[in-house]
C-alpha cells in the first residue's frame, strides 16, 4: 500500500516544483534511471574489455562513473533477479526461484519445489518505497513477475500493482516476428522514457528500464545485421553478428536518454544505474572469458555489468572489485535518498551508498545464490553457490540429496576467473565450511529444496517448454 509523504517533502516539493530543473536538484533527492538488460552478461559491453561487441555510450557510464568488475544477478535465470531488484531479497526467501511459467522437468532424478509464480502484492517494493518518498515511478519494458506473461493473465500482478505509477509492458519476440519492426521494443521503450524524462524534470523520480535485448530469439535489422557480420571476428563462438547489431540499438538507445537527461539539465543530480539480470544464453553466444552461461551458477550465469553513473558524487573512471547482488539496489537507493531501509524490513542486500560515495566496499560474508530447477540451458541440475572473499564454492543438489550427480566445486576466483581448476580435493575443509554457509543460508531464508523423485525416468528427462 502506498504510503502518505513525510510532511517535509510535502512542504518542499510545491518549492522545487516552481524552480528550474538545475536549481530544484540541490534541494531534492536525486533521480533514478536504471536500465536492466535481458540475458546480458559482461561480453557484449566494450567497457569490460571486449573488442567485438561496440557500445559507445553504454562504456560513457564507465568512464564518467563506476564500473563494477564483480557484480552478480541474483539467479541465472530472470524473474527471481527482478523480484530480488523489487524487494532487496533474495530469491530463496521470495521462493520465486526460477522464471514464472518455469519447465516441469517431471521425470528428473530430482522433484522440483513448487515455487512462487508471481511476486506477491503483499511485498514492498521498490518503487512503492520510492512512491512514498514523493518520487514519480514509470517501468517501461519487461516484468515478468506476473502469473501470466501475456494479458489479461498478466493484469492482477502487474506493475501498476507494485507502486509504478505509468507502466508500459512489453515482451521478447517470437522468431516469426519481423526485425525491422521494433522486435525487442527497444524504440518503444525508448520513446516513452523520453517522454517521462520531459514530464517529469521538476520532480524526483524512479524510471525503470527493463529491456527484452537481448533475450531469445536474437534478431536484428537486416542492414545491421550485415554491417556487424562484415566485421573481424564474427565467426568466432563468443561474438554473435545478430547480438552485435541488438546491442547497437540498446547503445543508441541509451545515448539517448542520456543526452535527454542532459538537455533537461539533470546530469548533477540523476543516478544512472546499468545492469544485468543474468549471463547470457550459451546458445547464442560463448560467455568468454566466463565459464558457463544461463541457467547456471558458473560465472557466465550469474556475472553481470553494473555501471553506476552520478556526476560529482561518484568520482569518474572508477573502478571497484567489491562483489555485489541485485539485492543491494533496494537499500542502496533509498539510503541515498536520504532515508534508509526501515529497521523493520527484511532485506538481503546491502548498502552500497557510501562505497558510491567514495567509501570502501560494504563489509558481507559471502553472496549466496539459491537455483532449485532444472534447466534446458543448465548444467548440473538444481544447485545453489557461495561466494566469499575470493572463494566460490558450486553446490549440486542431486549430489546433496541424492549422493549422486557432480560433487561440490571450489575455485577461487582471484587466481582462477575462468574456473578451469576445481580446487575441491585438495581443500576439504574449506569445501565443508562453504557447504555449511550455504546450509545455514537456506535455513535463514526458509529455501525450499527439491526431493528425490519417485517417477524418475532416466529414459524421459527433458520438460516441455523453454523460457
Not at 186 to 200: C, K, M, P, S, Y
Not at 221 to 237: E, F, T, V
Request: hydrophobic fraction near 40%; aromatic fraction near 8%.
Amino acid at each position: 500500500m502506498r504510503r502518505l509523504l513525510p510532511l517535509a517533502i510535502t512542504l518542499l516539493l510545491p518549492v522545487c516544483l516552481s524552480l528550474p530543473a538545475s536549481a530544484a536538484s540541490s534541494s531534492r533527492p536525486p533521480n533514478f534511471v536504471f536500465i536492466l538488460g535481458d540475458d546480458l552478461g559482461t561480453p557484449p559491453i566494450s567497457a569490460y574489455g571486449g573488442t567485438y561487441y561496440r557500445t559507445p555510450h553504454i562504456d560513457t557510464l564507465a568512464r564518467d562513473g563506476i564500473t563494477f568488475t564483480a557484480a552478480y544477478a541474483a539467479c541465472p535465470v530472470c524473474s527471481p533477479t527482478r523480484g530480488a531488484l523489487m524487494t532487496g531479497q533474495y530469491p530463496a526467501r521470495t521462493r520465486i526461484t526460477d522464471f514464472i511459467s518455469g519447465n516441469p522437468f517431471p521425470f528428473q532424478r530430482l522433484k522440483q519445489p513448487e515455487w512462487q509464480k508471481f511476486l506477491p502484492l503483499a511485498a514492498s517494493t521498490i518503487a512503492e518505497e520510492l512512491a512514498a518518498r514523493g518520487y514519480a515511478t514509470a517501468h517501461f519494458g519487461k516484468w515478468h513477475l506476473a502469473r501470466g506473461y501475456f494479458p489479461p493473465q498478466s493484469i492482477d500482478e502487474g506493475p501498476d500493482q507494485q507502486g509504478f505509477q505509468e507502466v508500459l509492458i512489453n515482451h521478447k519476440p517470437k522468431s516469426t516476428d519481423d526485425p525491422e519492426q521494433d522486435a525487442h521494443g527497444v524504440e518503444a521503450i525508448t520513446v516513452r522514457a523520453l517522454d517521462f524524462l520531459e514530464r517529469h524534470r521538476d520532480r524526483p523520480f524512479f524510471l525503470y528500464l527493463p529491456h527484452n535485448t537481448i533475450h531469445a530469439p536474437v534478431m536484428a535489422p537486416r542492414a545491421l545485421l550485415a554491417k556487424h557480420r562484415a566485421r573481424p571476428g564474427s565467426d568466432r563462438p563468443e561474438n554473435n553478428p545478430i547480438i552485435a547489431a541488438m546491442m547497437e540499438q540498446f547503445d543508441d538507445s541509451i545515448g539517448r536518454i542520456l543526452a535527454k537527461i542532459d538537455a533537461l539539465g539533470l546530469r548533477e543530480n540523476t543516478v544512472v544505474i546499468f545492469n544485468g539480470d543474468n549471463g547470457g544464453l550459451l546458445g547464442d553466444a560463448a560467455q568468454t572469458p566466463h565459464r558457463g552461461g544461463k541457467a547456471q551458477l558458473h560465472e557466465g550465469g550469474i556475472r553481470v555489468p553494473l555501471l553506476i553513473r552520478w556526476p560529482g558524487v561518484i568520482t569518474a573512471g572508477r573502478v571497484s572489485g567489491a562483489p555485489t547482488s541485485t539485492v543491494d539496489f533496494f537499500p542502496t537507493l533509498l539510503e541515498l535518498t536520504g532515508k534508509s531501509v526501515a529497521a523493520s524490513a527484511v532485506v538481503d542486500g546491502v548498502s552500497l551508498a557510501p562505497h558510491l560515495r567514495g567509501g570502501p566496499a560494504p563489509a558481507r560474508p559471502a553472496i549466496f545464490w539459491h537455483y532449485p530447477h532444472y534447466h534446458s540451458a543448465g548444467d548440473g541440475g538444481p544447485a545453489g553457490a557461495v561466494r566469499a572473499g575470493d572463494w566460490k564454492l558450486v553446490e549440486y543438489f542431486e549430489h546433496t540429496v541424492a549422493k549422486t550427480g557432480r560433487a561440490p566445486e571450489l575455485y577461487n576466483l582471484r587466481t582462477d576467473p575462468g574456473e578451469t581448476k576445481n580446487l575441491a580435493a585438495s581443500d576439504p575443509a574449506r569445501v565443508a565450511n562453504l557447504l555449511a554457509m550455504l546450509a545455514a543460508h537456506r535455513a535463514a531464508t526458509n529455501a525450499q529444496m527439491p526431493t528425490l523423485n519417485a517417477a524418475y525416468d532416466p529414459n524421459n528427462l527433458k520438460g516441455k517448454n523453454r523460457e
